[in-house]
């Protein structure tokens, strides 16, 4: 399957929303649940603004990541948003 | 071990409602309106329920917008920190009112439709609705709000659930609901007329499949099973006292839609005690909670942790026994009531006889 385009602007879809459950951690809410993200995939997904475009998303993380492999982050961050689009929380 | 705190609270808010479905969730012995929550009761109850670690409100009824005070009842929800559903028939909404609604915070709207075709969609809900909610549909799309559009489907409306999919698609929800009847209350009276067959069930599953697969992307399904015909039972609820906890109108909490037909059991009111001590304390909550309760063959089976022994409404409805394993469960010594019940539903069956007319359905009326 193919990922997002490399010039797609990830967002947040309609009705997902960053919330804070009474002071605890930061959570990803959408309509029938949320999530509890640590590590990348709150890197990936807290730069899904739609103004950074993939491309650029996958850079800044690359550029984090130094000793990473920069292919894997890539591969990574195209599996995450395809996850998450399927599941109607992120939208590009 | 500690209990853990719920994740979603389920508020119906009123029993009123214009729809009278063969198949509605609400008891057989509804709350009047007299008898119903006041606004700032509500409120009072959402920030309790952000405090004990509720993330999602769901909004419902009965028709959730026959409450004037809708808005404020969102507002309230809001500020005490809870993610907003609304589970609604749509009927009775104005622009300027969903306008409103959006404004005060709603996040996700879920509108059910009753059949892709209008004659059997008015039958079902008793009443001509049909055509409004088509409408409404537009509307909705205008506004940054997450939207569902639910069906409940059975045996007179699966035949064509490959065009409830197409109408789905055509209103452009982010999420399509597609569930099976599940025979409580007002469903269990009408059950003759709504249980699928085998075949459809099998049909339906091979529909959906390759409408998930199509429609990748761009609208998600979720598809409910009908437990009748599963080898093992629902997590009911995500299991007793464990994940959710309901309200009726008149603030009485229970476990799940169904448990006040369980007999011998007392659910105690938010008007006289806290979210947090009925959650961790009352009795009816901690009744099915764990697995203390359980019969054999749940107590030493190695599936009791994921379906929890099934449903408690339904070993009582259908056993008289709400201790009992559920009758769905191909384990379940009393099973053969199950298969007493589908094997009326074969094209040689009795029920397949019956005409569906309207004249043949139990409605749910309106408890005024």
């Given at each position: 399957?193919?990922?997002?385009?490399?010039?797609?602007?990830?967002?947040?879809?309609?009705?997902?929303?960053?919330?804070?459950?009474?002071g605890?951690?930061?959570m990803?809410?959408?309509?029938?649940?949320?999530?509890?993200?640590?590590?990348?995939?709150?890197?990936?997904?807290?730069?899904?603004?739609?103004?950074?475009?993939?491309q650029?998303?996958?850079?800044?993380?690359?550029?984090q990541?130094?000793?990473?492999?920069?292919?894997?982050?890539?591969?990574?961050v195209?599996?995450?948003?395809e996850?998450?689009?399927?599941?109607?929380?992120?939208?590009? | 071990?500690?209990?853990?705190?719920?994740?979603?609270?389920?508020?119906?808010?009123?029993?009123?409602?214009p729809l009278?479905?063969?198949y509605?969730?609400?008891?057989?012995?509804?709350?009047k309106?007299?008898?119903?929550?006041?606004?700032?009761?509500?409120?009072?109850?959402f920030?309790?329920?952000?405090?004990?670690?509720v993330?999602?409100?769901?909004?419902?009824?009965?028709?959730?917008?026959?409450?004037p005070?809708?808005?404020?009842?969102?507002?309230?929800?809001?500020?005490?920190?809870?993610?907003?559903?609304?589970?609604?028939?749509?009927?009775?909404?104005?622009?300027?009112r969903?306008?409103?609604?959006?404004?005060?915070?709603?996040?996700?709207?879920?509108?059910?439709?009753?059949?892709?075709?209008?004659?059997?969609?008015?039958?079902?809900?008793?009443?001509?609705?049909?055509?409004?909610?088509?409408q409404?549909?537009?509307?909705?799309?205008?506004f940054?709000?997450?939207?569902t559009?639910?069906?409940?489907?059975?045996?007179?409306?699966?035949?064509?659930?490959?065009e409830?999919?197409?109408?789905?698609?055509?209103?452009?929800?982010?999420?399509?609901?597609?569930?099976?009847?599940?025979?409580?209350?007002?469903?269990?009276?009408?059950?003759?007329?709504?249980?699928?067959?085998?075949?459809?069930?099998?049909?339906?599953?091979?529909?959906v499949?390759?409408?998930?697969?199509?429609?990748?992307?761009?609208?998600?399904?979720?598809?409910?099973?009908?437990?009748?015909?599963?080898?093992?039972?629902?997590?009911?609820?995500?299991?007793?006292?464990?994940?959710?906890?309901?309200?009726?109108?008149?603030?009485?909490?229970?476990?799940?839609?169904?448990?006040?037909?369980?007999?011998?059991?007392?659910?105690?009111?938010?008007?006289q005690?806290?979210?947090?001590?009925?959650?961790?304390?009352?009795?009816?909550?901690?009744?099915f909670?764990?697995?203390?309760w359980?019969?054999?063959?749940?107590?030493?089976?190695?599936?009791?942790?994921?379906?929890?022994?099934?449903?408690?409404?339904?070993?009582?409805?259908l056993?008289?026994?709400?201790?009992?394993?559920?009758?769905?469960?191909?384990?379940?010594p009393?099973?053969?009531?199950v298969?007493?019940?589908?094997?009326?539903?074969?094209?040689?069956?009795?029920?397949?006889?019956?005409?569906?007319?309207?004249?043949?359905?139990?409605?749910?009326?309106?408890?005024?």
């Amino acid at each position: 399957m193919p990922g997002p385009d490399k010039n797609s602007k990830p967002r947040l879809a309609r009705g997902c929303r960053w919330g804070e459950a009474n002071g605890a951690e930061r959570m990803l809410m959408f309509p029938e649940g949320a999530l509890r993200l640590q590590g990348t995939g709150r890197e990936i997904l807290e730069r899904c603004d739609g103004q950074r475009s993939t491309q650029q998303i996958v850079e800044e993380l690359q550029a984090q990541y130094k000793s990473g492999d920069s292919g894997r982050i890539l591969q990574e961050v195209h599996d995450f948003l395809e996850n998450l689009q399927q599941k109607r929380v992120v939208d590009y | 071990m500690p209990t853990p705190n719920p994740l979603a609270l389920i508020a119906e808010i009123t029993h009123r409602c214009p729809l009278h479905c063969v198949y509605c969730s609400n008891p057989l012995e509804m709350q009047k309106a007299a008898g119903e929550l006041s606004t700032e009761e509500w409120v009072r109850v959402f920030r309790e329920a952000g405090q004990l670690g509720v993330l999602h409100l769901h909004l419902t009824g009965g028709e959730p917008l026959a409450r004037p005070d809708l808005t404020e009842l969102i507002t309230g929800a809001r500020a005490g920190g809870l993610y907003v559903n609304l589970i609604t028939s749509g009927i009775g909404l104005s622009e300027t009112r969903l306008g409103a609604l959006v404004d005060a915070g709603l996040e996700h709207f879920q509108l059910s439709f009753q059949d892709s075709r209008e004659a059997g969609a008015n039958e079902i809900a008793g009443t001509p609705s049909h055509a409004r909610k088509l409408q409404l549909a537009g509307l909705i799309r205008q506004f940054k709000i997450a939207f569902t559009v639910n069906v409940v489907v059975h045996r007179q409306n699966l035949d064509h659930l490959g065009e409830i999919i197409a109408m789905a698609e055509e209103l452009g929800p982010d999420r399509l609901e597609i569930a099976n009847v599940q025979y409580y209350g007002w469903a269990l009276r009408n059950r003759d007329l709504l249980l699928p067959t085998r075949e459809q069930v099998e049909q339906s599953q091979r529909t959906v499949a390759a409408a998930e697969e199509r429609l990748r992307g761009r609208m998600r399904i979720d598809y409910v099973a009908p437990d009748y015909y599963a080898r093992y039972p629902k997590a009911c609820m995500g299991g007793w006292g464990r994940r959710l906890l309901l309200l009726d109108p008149a603030g009485q909490a229970l476990p799940c839609h169904a448990a006040g037909v369980i007999p011998g059991m007392q659910f105690d009111n938010v008007r006289q005690h806290s979210l947090d001590w009925i959650w961790r304390e009352s009795a009816a909550f901690q009744r099915f909670r764990g697995e203390d309760w359980m019969p054999e063959p749940c107590r030493s089976c190695e599936r009791r942790t994921e379906d929890f022994g099934g449903c408690r409404c339904q070993a009582f409805l259908l056993t008289g026994n709400a201790a009992a394993t559920d009758p769905v469960c191909t384990l379940a010594p009393t099973h053969g009531v199950v298969e007493q019940a589908l094997s009326q539903v074969g094209p040689d069956g009795p029920s397949m006889a019956v005409p569906a007319s309207a004249a043949s359905w139990v409605y749910r009326p309106n408890p005024g």
